[in-house]
């Protein structure tokens, strides 16, 4: 099955500092998401996406979703120890749902 | 407010021992699936359904077994359990585009 190509795989990051994470895609997409998954846990969805070139924000969470409708990007704002995990975004189309692997963030306090 | 319910938690099997993974939604979603997380693999879909007494095969579909007799309940049947089978399995819901999961059954096969 398709993965979607996310990246970066890894992240190591003072607090405080912007996290930016992109997906991208050979197809096109009707919805992109963004989920947060804790270790041990359920992903989160944090931001979904339904339109080409939408803006969306969730408290410091940002993220877009593209002109072409094969790439999405997260942004996060000055982060925090929480923000630790690993985020990954999915594309929608056709009643099929695509991820990608995830980006591990740490925080370093 | 509930949205997906798995259970169990965790489980141990051996091999060539059969059980089911139950999961349950309770926001009348049309769209349920199965979906097992293996590290540096992703999410790969086992089984999905569109509605009550409809499922299709998702991409590894194996050793796996669905039914969906309401739209509240889809269980996974694993036939009978393989190593292979070793993993995170989670349960997802929609119908509106926006997936949500819930919290995981941890397997693991002997």
């Known amino acids: 099955g398709q993965q979607l190509n996310q990246s970066p795989q890894s992240m190591f990051i003072q607090e405080g500092e912007d996290v930016s994470m992109n997906c991208t895609s050979s197809?096109?997409?009707?919805?992109w998401l963004w989920y947060k998954q804790d270790p041990g846990e359920g992903p989160v969805l944090l931001i979904a996406l339904y339109k080409a070139g939408e803006l969306t924000s969730n408290g410091r969470l940002t993220a877009q979703f593209g002109i072409t409708r094969k790439d999405s990007f997260l942004n996060i704002s000055a982060s925090i120890p929480s923000d630790v995990g690993i985020y990954f975004c999915?594309?929608?189309?056709?009643?099929?749902?695509?991820f990608g692997t995830g980006t591990s963030l740490t925080v370093i306090p | 407010n509930a949205g997906v319910t798995q259970t169990p938690k965790f489980q141990v099997l051996k091999t060539g021992q059969s059980m089911t993974l139950q999961c349950a939604q309770d926001m009348n979603h049309e769209y349920m699936s199965w979906y097992r997380q293996d590290p540096g693999m992703g999410l790969r879909l086992i089984h999905y359904?569109?509605?009550?007494?409809?499922?299709d095969q998702g991409e590894v579909p194996n050793g796996y077994n669905v039914s969906r007799s309401t739209t509240e309940d889809f269980p996974l049947r694993l036939l009978s359990a393989a190593p292979s089978q070793t993993s995170v399995y989670f349960c997802a819901s929609t119908t509106s585009g926006e997936l949500f999961f819930g919290e995981g059954s941890r397997l693991t096969v002997l």
């Open positions: 999915a594309g929608h189309s056709s009643s099929q749902f695509y």
């Open positions: 197809s096109i997409f009707n919805t």
């Open positions: 359904s569109v509605g009550a007494g409809i499922t």
